[in-house]
């Protein structure tokens, strides 16, 4: 069963810092490029960070860059994406996606993750 699995969230004050994390089964994420997208209450899924499997590719939204950083762990078949210096507007459900090219369109990603919950609040 092809599976993408997402852990690590949870309840951090502001300034502090997190990270998530993405576990594949059932096929190997090394193939893939890996993307973070965040929706947050009332707003529209947006793509935070995407990891391209071939170039070492990554992007990042401006409202991330020099924050969050996504990386990979092959031999665990994960993806990371740790998040530094967190505000309260990055509160949100992560989820992870696995796709065939680097892209912020959600429609280009064939496998998701249920998500996890990142809030930030004092």
């Known amino acids: 069963q092809l599976q993408l699995v997402e852990s690590g969230g949870g309840l951090v004050q502001p300034g502090g810092s997190l990270r998530i994390s993405c576990a594949a089964s059932?096929?190997?994420?090394?193939?893939?490029?890996v993307a973070w997208f965040r929706q947050a209450p009332g707003k529209e899924r947006e793509a935070v960070s995407c990891s391209g499997s071939s170039d070492g590719s990554t992007y990042y939204v401006d409202s991330v860059k020099s924050r969050f950083t996504i990386s990979r762990d092959n031999a665990k078949n994960t993806v990371y994406l740790q998040m530094n210096s967190l505000e309260p507007e990055d509160t949100a459900v992560y989820y992870c996606?696995?796709?065939?090219?680097?892209?912020?369109?959600?429609?280009?990603?064939?496998?998701w993750g249920q998500g996890t919950q990142v809030t930030v609040s004092s």
């Open positions: 996606a696995a796709g065939r090219k680097v892209s912020t369109r959600q429609n280009d990603y064939l496998y």
């Open positions: 059932g096929f190997t994420l090394d193939h893939y490029t």
